[in-house]
């Protein structure tokens, strides 16, 4: 089993550019989107599967996030498992589980990086969405099998990659000390309680 890894998983985020206008007229103003974040059980494009039962447990725990409106993400990923508030560009405002699919809504904010995600999508560009988070994987045959250890920090908007994998940033590479300790100061004490809670009451059930 591998060491715990800054881990990326691609997916495209479909919407009808030709609704944005109408998007914003429903919305105040504001751009909402709706679209599949994230897909379990299957083989992505950085050769690594997701097992439902750990992305049922994140999405769990997320909800607390969405409710006090921390669920932030950024334009590009960037090479930190730290989401950096100047580069925040959009708010998950729900997400949930249907099937094997995690589906989510993401509000495009007024920052510099979401004026720049609003843009693209009145333009019309395919965009993609991509979780973020620690973790470690284990080999089986020619896949990367996510472990329990896994933590979901956020979804981003990226580019789709012209070659599958082929992400700017570090993909896959191991956390240092100093990350891991900005990660649980970025997860409060009473997130952490919060997760063990879910995880004790999902042992109920």
């Given at each position: 089993m591998s060491a715990q890894q800054l881990l990326h998983s691609w997916m495209p985020f479909d919407y009808d550019p030709k609704k944005i206008i109408e998007f914003r007229e429903r919305n105040g103003g504001k751009i909402k989107l709706k679209g599949v974040l994230q897909k379990a059980d299957t083989l992505n494009q950085n050769g690594r599967v997701y097992p439902i039962a750990i992305l049922e447990r994140e999405i769990r725990n997320y909800q607390k996030f969405i409710q006090e409106r921390r669920s932030l993400g950024e334009c590009d990923h960037p090479d930190s498992?730290?989401?950096?508030?100047?580069?925040?560009?959009?708010?998950?405002?729900?997400?949930?589980?249907?099937?094997?699919?995690?589906?989510?809504?993401?509000?495009?904010?007024?920052?510099?990086?979401?004026?720049?995600?609003?843009?693209?999508?009145?333009?019309?560009?395919?965009?993609?969405?991509?979780?973020?988070?620690?973790?470690s994987t284990r080999r089986d045959g020619d896949r990367q099998i996510v472990q329990d250890d896994f933590q979901?920090?956020?979804?981003?908007?990226?580019?789709?990659?012209?070659?599958?994998?082929?992400?700017?940033?570090?993909?896959?590479?191991?956390?240092?000390?100093?990350?891991?300790?900005?990660?649980?100061?970025?997860?409060?004490?009473?997130?952490?309680?919060?997760?063990?809670?879910?995880?004790?009451?999902?042992?109920?059930?």
């Amino acid at each position: 089993m591998s060491a715990q890894q800054l881990l990326h998983s691609w997916m495209p985020f479909d919407y009808d550019p030709k609704k944005i206008i109408e998007f914003r007229e429903r919305n105040g103003g504001k751009i909402k989107l709706k679209g599949v974040l994230q897909k379990a059980d299957t083989l992505n494009q950085n050769g690594r599967v997701y097992p439902i039962a750990i992305l049922e447990r994140e999405i769990r725990n997320y909800q607390k996030f969405i409710q006090e409106r921390r669920s932030l993400g950024e334009c590009d990923h960037p090479d930190s498992s730290v989401i950096e508030l100047k580069n925040a560009s959009h708010l998950v405002t729900r997400a949930w589980i249907e099937g094997a699919y995690v589906l989510g809504e993401v509000e495009l904010l007024d920052t510099p990086s979401g004026k720049i995600l609003q843009s693209l999508v009145e333009s019309g560009v395919t965009l993609g969405i991509s979780s973020r988070g620690v973790g470690s994987t284990r080999r089986d045959g020619d896949r990367q099998i996510v472990q329990d250890d896994f933590q979901l920090i956020c979804w981003d908007f990226v580019s789709e990659p012209s070659t599958p994998g082929a992400f700017m940033m570090r993909e896959g590479r191991e956390i240092t000390s100093t990350e891991l300790k900005n990660l649980r100061e970025q997860f409060r004490k009473d997130d952490r309680i919060d997760r063990l809670f879910n995880d004790i009451m999902s042992w109920r059930n």
